[in-house]
């Protein structure tokens, strides 16, 4: 993850954003599982979650405004909106959009089972 969040090379294969993914539900898994004892493991990762969210957000927008030039070329009467529908249907794209989701889940999942929401806040 922190190679991730520091170099976007790691995001251009699908493979290493598989991965990512795969990642990040383990750790879903082990917080819905331990709950409040996962603040170790989440306090490690956190800021590299949060590099890896805003670099995979730029990725996924810049793909998108790109997809949606290439189809403009090709097919003049899609709407904008349809373009932009195409682009987010690649497996680059849904892959970015699944590491994205479970960051949020994560987050999610830790939040609700902490004892102590004053320390969470």
Known sequence: MAQA??????????DNIKVLG???????????S????FLPQLGRI???MLGL???????ISESVAREGILCAEVVSTIT????????TKTPKVRQLRTVKKE???????????????????
């Open 34 to 37: 331990i709950g409040s004892f």
């Open 53 to 59: 969210y805003k670099a995979v957000s730029g990725i």
């Open 22 to 32: 795969n990642v990040l539900k383990t750790n879903v898994a082990a917080c819905t």
């Open 80 to 87: 904008e909106r349809s373009i932009g529908l195409i682009a």
């Open 5 to 14: 969040a520091q170099n976007m090379d790691v995001l251009s294969s699908v």
């Open 103 to 121: 960051i949020l889940r994560l987050m999610e999942t830790y939040i609700k089972k902490a004892e102590d929401l004053d320390a969470v806040y």
């Open 46 to 48: 956190f800021m590299d």
